[in-house]
């Protein structure tokens, strides 16, 4: 197996499947892990507060198509994690753009911040008007899909076709039985957590059981900042992205999209957010990703479903190839 081939030496250590003690400390913005690519900033202000984004901007490898595709991360993953797809997409002809959202990764995690995803989508918008990138194909993975989503909302003219890949917020889980949690029991489950406890959430409700050991590094990516000095800047950030997710849904304005949509759908995926929380009476009643996509499908003017047989939560990591033409031909349409 080999690791990105830009990875600093500590993150090198992921490559043997480091144990929880050791994962190094990488920073609450990751700083001393290497991206596998050049790494661009976006500054901004937002809430009073100054902010940077840090981006891939990835030039087309071949005969430019003239199109541009944004690649939206989900909560437990970063814009590293789409290189295996920027790199594919960009050998057909795109120019791909993949961010850290503000509060993840390598990009400003303000204090007190109020997350919502409808200030993710400003901040989006603003780091397309500085990429001087026009229409695109927006392509959105797990609770990036709710951003991705809210984005094509707010800014349709910016939206030529819509990505959703595992998307979470098809559903309204506290309406289906799951207990609101506040941001003081969020942030009390993350001082829990590490890498440990990553990889088991992951194996269990991502990868269907299934481990590869080529999914360490990014077990390692995400631990890195929670065993940082600085962790609990993380801690914060990440609870108060959980409370987002639990009280933002998409669902109810999914009628509202306009755009072609694709939902890229891995069938085996056990994602159902936060049911574990829920009363043990209540869990049958909330849906799964992928059967909150049947319902949704349906729901949305222009869309349509494409069911991934035997892959999980995140298809682009578990099957690169097998994404990526799925990928290019929803973006072909």
Same mark, same amino acid.
């Given at each position: ?11 090198l ?17 990751l700083?001393?892990y290497a ?5 661009h900033w ?9 902010v940077?984004m840090?981006y891939?901007?990835?030039a087309p490898a071949?005969?430019?198509n003239?199109?541009?595709i944004?690649?939206l ?7 590293a ?6 790199r ?14 503000i ?5 400003s995690?303000?204090?007190?911040y ?12 603003g780091?397309?008007e500085?990429?001087a ?44 039985g799951?207990?609101y949690?506040d941001?003081g029991?969020l942030?009390?489950?993350e ?6 406890s990553i990889?088991?959430y992951q ?10 050991p ?14 940082? +000095?600085?962790?609990d800047r993380?801690?914060?950030?990440? $609870?108060?992205?959980s409370?987002? @997710?639990? %009280?933002? /849904?998409i #669902? =109810? ?5 306009t755009?072609?949509v ?7 995926? +056990? ?7 829920a009363? $043990?009476?209540?869990?049958?009643a @909330?849906r %799964?990703? /992928?059967? #909150? =996509?049947?319902?949704a499908?349906r ?11 035997g892959?999980?939560?995140?298809p682009?990591v578990?099957?690169p $190839? ?11 349409e």
């Amino acid at each position: 197996m080999i690791c990105l081939s830009r990875l600093t030496a500590v993150a090198l250590l992921s490559c043997s499947g480091a144990t929880a003690a050791q994962v190094p400390a990488l920073g609450a913005n990751l700083e001393r892990y290497a991206y596998p690519a050049p790494v661009h900033w976006f500054e901004a202000e937002t809430q009073g507060q100054r902010v940077r984004m840090a981006y891939l901007d990835i030039a087309p490898a071949g005969r430019a198509n003239g199109r541009t595709i944004l690649l939206l991360h989900g909560k437990n993953f970063c814009a590293a994690t789409w290189y295996d797809t920027a790199r594919r997409m960009a050998a057909a002809g795109y120019r791909v753009i993949a961010p850290d959202q503000i509060g993840f990764c390598k990009s400003s995690k303000p204090p007190g911040y109020q997350y919502s995803f409808h200030a993710l989508a400003a901040l989006t918008r603003g780091l397309l008007e500085h990429a001087a990138a026009g229409p695109v194909v927006l392509v959105g993975h797990s609770t990036g899909g709710i951003i991705a989503a809210r984005f094509a909302l707010s800014y349709p003219a910016q939206v030529a076709r819509l990505v959703l890949v595992n998307p979470l917020g098809l559903n309204d889980t506290l309406a289906e039985g799951v207990p609101y949690t506040d941001p003081g029991a969020l942030r009390a489950e993350e001082a829990r957590t590490d890498a440990a406890s990553i990889k088991a959430y992951q194996l269990r409700t991502y990868y269907h059981g299934a481990w590869r050991p080529d999914y360490d590094r990014w077990v390692t990516m995400l631990a890195g900042q929670y065993a940082s +000095a600085d962790g609990d800047r993380v801690r914060d950030a990440q $609870a108060r992205l959980s409370d987002m @997710i639990q %009280t933002q /849904p998409i #669902a =109810a304005d999914l009628p509202r999209l306009t755009m072609p949509v694709t939902l890229i759908v891995g069938q085996r995926d +056990a994602t159902a957010y936060r049911a574990d929380h829920a009363p $043990a009476e209540r869990r049958a009643a @909330i849906r %799964t990703v /992928p059967a #909150a =996509a049947e319902a949704a499908v349906r729901r949305i003017p222009r869309a349509r479903l494409v069911r991934l047989e035997g892959l999980g939560h995140a298809p682009q990591v578990e099957a690169p $190839a097998a994404f990526a033409a799925a990928l290019r031909a929803a973006s072909e349409e």
